[in-house]
């Protein structure tokens, strides 16, 4: 019998050396590396982009490959916690970081001037507005998950073409909801970050709920993990409940950097505004007539009137 990840214990050195290659998730890193390079050397004619950026779109490819093609991805049709931490890597690690990469700010700055109107008119139509929206983004990103793993979907992601399509949808899923909370891309409407700080605590509860019932729960496709017929490692049981605490735990731990993200922009977003505060009220008071210091004071003013 030809050897399977079923039937091969997983060791430190089993994992070193399981690879294969997803190739839909290896093209689409080669293509978005390539035009997000291409993009930084056009743009730094005309100024030096940011490296940060640049190293965080960077560390999302490599993330995005190493999940897909290492052993994270041999045993995930294979250990329910593993399966977990790939999901968790592909919606919530990867669209991170690629987000915070500023794809859609490299790439205006690597177009002319036509090709900048262009991208502002896409954004600004109803479509765009409507699929960047906080309901939208935010239902798809809590709602992904239970569907995943509550429903027929997660076996059938397990292998395939489905398998190939899914680890696609959860990037792409992912990546919407933090283009819109960060908003360090330009967007179709900004929205006060202090929502963002709120949908991040409303997903986080989801998140924790839906560990909750995999921790708790019965078993998730019992059929399918009994017909692999693996005859080490953790118990059914012991796995799910492994996978539910990483998606509930591991989950929040990865969510702190997002938040501070989210601080950070709500306290330049005060600055800000406080900025803007104080130029109006330096602007109406050299608007106003200048006056003697008492006749601010009613009763001085008063006086002084009738003398």
Known sequence: MVPTPAHTPLTLQVAVESWQVDPVALLLVVILGAGYAWCRKTARAAAPPDRAPGYCFTAGLLTWALVTSSAIAVYAPVLFWMRSLQVLALLFVVPFLLALGKPVTTLRAALTEEGQH???RMLASRVCRVAASPLCTSAAMLGLPWLLYLTPWYVASMTGIVGVLTRVVLVVVGFGYYYARVQSDPVPRR??????????VVESLGDGLLGLVLWLGPLIAAGYYAGLQRDWGPSPRTDQSVGAGILWI????LGVPFLAVLFRRLSSHEKSRAREVDAEIEEKT???EPSL??????????R????
Do not use: C, H
């Not at 929205?191 to 991040?200: K, N």
């Open 118 to 120: 262009r991208v502002d």
């Open 191 to 200: 929205y006060p970050p202090l929502l963002s700080v709120g949908i991040s």
């Open 250 to 253: 591991v989950g929040d731990v």
């Open 286 to 288: 050299d608007e106003a």
């Open 293 to 302: 210091w008492w006749e601010a004071d009613p009763q001085l003013n008063q």
């Open 304 to 307: 002084f009137r009738r003398g």
